[in-house]
C-alpha cells in the first residue's frame, strides 16, 4: 500500500545555501508525523515545498501515489487538499475571523456565502471561537488567530494538514490552546505532518517524529524510542541542548 | 527558571515613577504652552504685518495694485474666468475619476508573476517610463494638437479631450507606481497564505493583497488628487477656454492682470478646502492605525 505523502530524495537550494539534501520519508493515512530539528534544517522549506508555494530542485513529491512536483500539476487543486498553517498565522487583516476562513472556499471552490458561513461558524464554534466571528485579527489575541487560522485551513477538508511551528510565535499561556486543537485533530484522524518545538507535545501526540539535520532525515522513529533511545549522536545531542533549555 | 521582576515600576533609588513624572511634564508643557502661545501670536504679526507693509510702501504699490488687485476689474472678468473654471472642475472630475483606475490596472500588469506574464509586465514597465519621463505640458500640446491633426475616422477630435487624455496617461503613470509601492509594502507571507487556500494568482491579488495596498496608498492618493486639482489648469496650452485661458483673454484685452488673480483665487477656493481634508484625513488614518496595532 503506498503512504498518503511520499517525500523522496527531495532537494532544494536558495542560491548557495542547500536547505534539502536528499530527504526522504513518508506520512500514511491517519499518521501524525513531527519535524524536529535545530533552525535551518529544512523544516518550513519542506513543508512549503509540499504545499507547493516553493518548487523543489530536484526529487519528487507524491500525493496518493500521485507526483504533485511534476511540471503539468495544477497546483491549485494539490493546495485545495493540502492544508497549511504557519508559524505567523498570516490572517488577513482587513478581514474578519468568519471572512479569513470563508475566503478560500467561496472563491476558490465556488462553495456559496450562506453554506461556507455555515461550516465557518460550525468549526470557529468548536474550536471555541464562537464570540470571536466578526473580530478582525488584530483584536483578537495571538492563541486566537493561531486557532482561526487552523479553522481557515480545514474549511476546505483537507486530506493532510502541514503545520509549520504553529506555536511559536505565540506567548508561552496560549501554547497550551493551539496545542489543544492539534490534539483534538489527532484524534479525529487527521492526517497531519507538522514542525514544531514542542518536545512534550511531539512525544504526546505524534505517531513517529523525524530528526532533521542539514536538510536530510538522520533519524525516523516513534516518539518513545527518539525521545528515549536516540541512535544518533546528533539527536542525543540535540535533545540534550532542548532539555537544557527547558523545553521538554 | 527565574522569571524577570514583573513590576517594572518601581524604580529603584528613589527617582520620581512614571505617572508623576508623565504629570510633571504635562504641567510643564501647559505652562510652556501660554507662553508659546504669546510667542508665536507676537512672532505672526511682526512676520506678516512687516512683510504686509514692505509690499506696499514699495515704490510701485499703486501701479501693482490697480494692476492686480482692482475691484472693477475682479467684478468684470470674474463672470468669464468663473465659466471657464466650471471647466477645469469638470476635467478634475473627469480625470480623478479615470486615473486611479488605469493607475490599477498598470499596476496589476506590473505585479503579476511568471515568465508567462513577461510581456504584460514589460509593456506597464514601458508605459510608465515613457509617461512619468514626458513633462506635463509637453504631453499636453503633443496630444491635444497631434491626435485631431491626425484626423482619424472615429476618435473624438476635440483639444480638451485629448489634453485631458495626456493628464490621465501622465497621472496614472505616477499613481500606478504608488499602487506598486502598497503592493510591495504587503508582507509576502500574506500571498503564500492566499495560494496555500487554492486561490489563483489573480484571486490572491484582488482579494487578499490589493485591499491591504489600497489602504496602505490611500494618503499618498488623496495627495495626487490635490496636486491634480492644479495641474488641470495646463490644458490652457491648448487654447482651451478654462479659467487661466478666460483669464489670460480678459488680460490681452484690458492690460489688467486682476483676472490671473481671479482665476487664482479660483483655484484656491477648491484646493485648501481639499489639502485640509486630506491633512484631516491622513492624520485620523494614523491615529486609527497605532490604536489598533496592540
Redesign the interface.
Known amino acids: 500500500m503506498t503512504a498518503k505523502l511520499e517525500i523522496r530524495d527531495v532537494h532544494k537550494s536558495y542560491g548557495d545555501k542547500v536547505v534539502l539534501d536528499g530527504m526522504s520519508f513518508d506520512v500514511d493515512e491517519h499518521e501524525v508525523v513531527c519535524l524536529i530539528g535545530p533552525s535551518g534544517s529544512g523544516k518550513s522549506t519542506l513543508l ?1 515545498c509540499i ?1 507547493l ?1 516553493d518548487p523543489l530542485d530536484a526529487g519528487s513529491i507524491r500525493l496518493d501515489g500521485i507526483d504533485i512536483t511534476a511540471r503539468n500539476t495544477d497546483a ?2 494539490v ?2 487538499r493540502v ?2 498553517v ?1 508559524q ?1 498565522y ?5 478581514l474578519s475571523v468568519l471572512d479569513n476562513c470563508t ?2 472556499p467561496r ?3 465556488g462553495v456559496d456565502r450562506k453554506s461556507a458561513d455555515a461550516k465557518a461558524r460550525e468549526l470557529l464554534e468548536r474550536f471555541g471561537l464562537g464570540d470571536k466571528v466578526e473580530e ?1 485579527p ?2 483578537i489575541s495571538g492563541g486566537q488567530n493561531q486557532r482561526a ?1 487552523i479553522v ?2 480545514l474549511m ?1 477538508d483537507p486530506e493532510i494538514l502541514l503545520l509549520d511551528e504553529v506555536t511559536s510565535a505565540l506567548d508561552p499561556e496560549l501554547v497550551g490552546e493551539v496545542l489543544g486543537v492539534i490534539r483534538e485533530l489527532a484524534g479525529r484522524g487527521m492526517t497531519m505532518l507538522l514542525a514544531t518545538h514542542e518536545m512534550g507535545f511531539a512525544r504526546d501526540v505524534a505517531d513517529r517524529v523525524c530528526f532533521l539535520h542539514e536538510g536530510r532525515v538522520l533519524e525516523d522513529a516513534p516518539p518513545s524510542q527518539l525521545f528515549g533511545s536516540p541512535q544518533h549522536e546528533r539527536t542525543a545531542q540535540f535533545l540534550r541542548r532542548v532539555r537544557d533549555a ?1 523545553r521538554i | ?1 527565574s522569571a524577570p521582576d514583573p513590576q517594572p515600576s518601581g524604580l529603584p533609588g528613589g527617582l520620581p515613577r512614571r505617572r508623576s513624572f508623565f504629570q510633571s511634564t504635562a504641567d510643564m508643557l501647559r505652562q510652556e504652552g501660554a507662553r508659546a502661545g504669546i510667542i508665536a501670536v507676537v512672532s505672526t504679526v511682526v512676520f506678516f504685518g512687516g512683510g504686509f507693509l514692505l509690499v506696499v510702501n514699495s515704490p510701485n504699490w499703486p501701479r501693482v495694485r490697480d494692476q492686480f488687485f482692482n475691484p472693477e476689474d475682479f467684478r468684470e472678468s470674474w463672470p468669464d474666468v468663473l465659466d471657464g473654471f466650471w471647466l477645469n472642475i469638470e476635467l478634475f472630475v473627469y480625470s480623478m475619476l479615470t486615473i486611479p483606475v488605469v493607475a490599477l490596472i498598470v499596476a496589476v500588469m506590473r505585479s503579476l508573476r511568471g515568465p508567462a506574464f513577461f510581456p504584460i509586465r514589460l509593456l506597464a514597465v514601458i508605459y510608465t517610463d515613457i509617461f512619468r519621463g514626458i513633462p506635463l505640458i509637453l504631453l499636453i500640446l503633443l496630444l491635444g494638437f497631434g491626435v485631431p491633426a491626425l484626423d482619424i475616422d472615429g476618435l473624438p477630435n476635440s483639444s480638451t479631450f485629448w489634453g485631458m487624455v495626456a493628464l490621465v496617461l501622465s497621472y496614472s503613470a505616477y499613481t500606478a507606481e504608488i499602487y506598486r509601492s502598497g503592493i510591495d509594502a504587503v508582507p509576502e ?2 500571498r ?9 494568482q489573480w ?1 490572491s491579488l484582488r ?2 493583497i490589493l ?2 495596498a489600497i ?1 496602505n496608498v490611500v494618503p499618498a492618493l488623496m495627495n495626487t488628487v490635490v496636486s491634480l486639482q492644479k495641474d488641470v489648469a495646463l490644458i490652457a496650452v491648448l487654447g482651451v477656454r478654462d479659467a487661466v485661458r478666460e483669464a489670460q483673454i480678459y488680460t490681452t484685452r484690458t492690460f489688467n492682470y486682476t483676472s490671473y488673480v481671479v482665476a487664482a483665487v479660483l483655484f484656491l477656493a477648491l484646493s485648501i478646502p481639499l489639502t485640509r481634508f486630506v491633512d484631516w484625513y491622513v492624520a485620523r488614518d494614523r491615529a486609527q492605525r497605532s490604536q ?3
Do not use: C, E, K
Open positions: 512549503r504545499d508555494l491549485n487543486a493546495r485545495r492544508g497549511i504557519f505567523s498570516n490572517l488577513f487583516p482587513h475566503l478560500g472563491r476558490a471552490l478582525y488584530n483584536r487560522a481557515r485551513a476546505a527547558g | 527558571m507571507s500574506q503564500s497564505s492566499a495560494r496555500a487556500l487554492g486561490l489563483t484571486q482579494f487578499a485591499p491591504q489602504r489598533t496595532l496592540v
